[in-house]
């Protein structure tokens, strides 16, 4: 069964960083693109970014390029999201995505002073 | 970007109905559409991707159809369980995009 379990998220000021974590398992990791799609409260579903099973391409929505960086380590079947210059736009439920058909239950970022 | 607009926004439906969502994009995009249900608190679930193959174990009530630029999710008799929010998705190009949402409610 799949599984992802997202961490890292939390309370952090406008101008921060924080870097989430997704943990896999259940099938082969190395083998597939995996997402991140985020949540804004009472708003819909944005994708995030995303990246190749040997992490040689990487795409962003251009509200975040420049500021987030997506990697993985197929070695730990983990998937990361590193987030700096965090904006108040950037409050949101944050999920892990296995390729857009298997998601975890998310981790909350909220940016605010 | 391509552009996804769903109708409605919202629907109030009883028990029984037959539910219609649409979900049009600003180009086409073949079939490389999903579908997924998402109740309050929880992850979105896919119901169906590349347009009309249903998700394993979800429920044939369910179906969808369309290609190029219009696409439909139909729900032939609607159960207690499926109120709910549905979003599409297109996954022709990036950056992908979701449709604003259709919140499913109870007449």
């Known amino acids: 069964e799949v599984h992802l379990v997202e961490s890292g998220g939390g309370l952090v000021q406008p101008g921060g960083s924080l870097r989430l974590s997704c943990a896999a398992s259940g099938f082969t990791f190395s083998s597939d693109w995996m997402d991140w799609v985020r949540q804004a409260p009472g708003k819909g579903l944005e994708w995030v970014a995303n990246?190749?099973?040997?992490?040689?391409?990487?795409y962003y929505v251009d509200s975040v390029k420049g500021r987030f960086t997506i990697s993985r380590d197929n070695a730990k079947n983990s998937l990361y999201l590193q987030m700096n210059s965090l904006k108040v736009e950037d409050t949101a439920m944050y999920y892990c995505?296995?390729?857009?058909?298997?998601w975890g239950q998310g981790t909350q970022v909220t940016v605010a002073s | 970007d391509i552009q996804m607009t769903q109708s409605p926004s919202s629907l109030s439906a009883s028990v029984g109905d037959r539910v219609t969502i649409t979900c049009r994009a600003s180009q086409s995009i073949s079939s490389s559409l999903n579908w997924y249900q998402q109740k309050p608190g929880k992850a979105p679930k896919r119901l169906m991707y590349a347009a009309s193959t249903l998700d394993s174990g979800v429920p044939s009530r369910f179906s969808g159809s369309g290609s190029g630029t219009e696409f439909t999710l139909t729900i032939s008799s609607l159960q207690p369980e499926d109120f709910a929010t549905y979003s599409c998705l297109q996954y022709n190009s990036y950056p992908r995009t979701f449709g604003q949402g259709t919140k499913v409610e109870i007449k």
């Open positions: 995505s296995k390729a857009l058909g298997y």
């Open positions: 990246i190749k099973q040997d992490g040689s391409e990487k």
